[in-house]
C-alpha cells in the first residue's frame, strides 16, 4: 500500500514561471516530510523539508506546503529555471524511523 | 553536509555470482541505514533498515535470505546480492540517519548501478 503518493508522474514548465509539485499521503500519524531531488544515475539529494508543526517552509526558489487536514504537500519552484529539471521524490515519515517515498514526478524546465 | 559513500559505484557480473555493495557514513555516526532499490522510472522502494549490531528489518516481499545485510560498525552497512540474477539487476541505494540532535534528514549514498549478465 503506497502511504505517499504522487500522482503526476511528469511535468513541464516554461523557464522562469512557476513549478508546483504535489504529494499526498494516508498515514495521519507522519510528522515529517522532505522533498528530494535526483538526476539520472545519481543518488537522491535532499531539497527541503517540512515539520508537522508548520504549513509552509521556504528556502531560496523552493518552498513547501503542507495542508495536514488534506494530508497534501507541495513543492514551489519561483522561478523555474532548466538546471531543476529532475525527478522530485517527496517522503513522509515519523520521528526516528525510515521514511516513504512517492513514485516521483519528472520535472522538465523548457528554457 | 553529512557525507555518505557506496562502493562500487558500479559492477557487472555473471548470472549466479555474489556481489557486495558497501555503504559508508564518512563524516557522522549512524545507527540506521536504509538500503533502497529503484527500478527504471518508479520510485525508490525500501528493502531494508539496518540497525546496528541487530539483524536488519527486511521489508514484505524482499527475501532475506537473497539480499543479506550487515551493520557491523556504526560507519558502515554492507548489501550482499547472493546468486545474482539478471532481474536483480537495478540501482541500489543506501541512506543514513545521523544520530545528532533531532535532525530527521537521511542522508543518501550516491547509489550502485548492479547489472547482472
Known amino acids: 500500500d503506497q502511504q505517499v503518493k504522487q500522482n503526476s508522474p511528469s511535468l513541464s514548465v516554461q523557464e522562469g514561471r512557476i513549478s508546483i509539485l504535489n504529494c499526498d499521503y494516508t498515514?495521519?500519524?507522519?510528522?515529517?516530510f522532505l522533498w528530494y531531488k535526483k538526476y539520472p544515475a545519481e543518488g537522491p539529494t535532499f531539497l527541503i523539508s517540512?515539520?508537522?508543526?508548520?504549513d509552509k517552509n521556504e528556502d531560496g526558489r523552493f518552498t513547501v506546503f503542507l495542508n495536514k487536514s488534506a494530508k497534501h504537500l507541495s513543492l514551489h519552484i519561483v522561478p523555474s529555471q532548466p538546471g531543476d529539471s529532475a525527478v522530485y521524490f517527496c517522503?513522509?515519515?515519523?520521528?526516528?524511523?525510515?521514511?516513504?517515498f512517492g513514485t516521483g514526478t519528472s520535472l522538465t524546465v523548457i528554457p | 553536509g553529512a557525507v555518505v559513500s557506496q562502493h562500487p559505484s558500479r559492477v557487472i557480473c555473471k548470472s549466479g555470482t555474489s556481489v557486495k555493495i558497501e555503504c559508508r557514513s564518512l563524516?557522522?555516526?549512524?545507527?540506521?541505514m536504509f538500503w533502497y532499490r529503484q527500478f527504471p522510472k518508479q520510485s525508490l522502494m525500501l528493502m531494508a533498515t539496518?540497525?546496528?549490531?541487530?539483524?536488519?528489518?527486511?521489508e514484505q516481499g524482499v527475501e532475506k535470505d537473497k539480499f543479506l545485510i550487515n551493520h557491523a560498525s556504526l560507519t558502515l552497512s554492507t548489501l550482499t546480492v547472493t546468486s545474482a540474477h539478471p532481474e536483480d539487476s537495478s540501482f541500489y541505494i543506501c541512506?543514513?540517519?545521523?544520530?545528532?540532535?533531532?535532525?530527521?534528514?537521511?542522508?543518501f549514498g550516491p547509489g550502485t548501478r548492479l547489472t547482472v549478465l
Open positions: 541512506s543514513a540517519n545521523p544520530r545528532r540532535g533531532l535532525s530527521y534528514e537521511q542522508f
Open positions: 498515514n495521519s500519524m507522519f510528522d515529517y
Open positions: 517540512i515539520s508537522s508543526i508548520k
Open positions: 517522503a513522509g515519515g515519523t520521528t526516528g524511523n525510515q521514511f516513504y
Open positions: 563524516d557522522f555516526q549512524a545507527t540506521t
Open positions: 539496518s540497525n546496528e549490531g541487530s539483524k536488519a528489518t527486511y
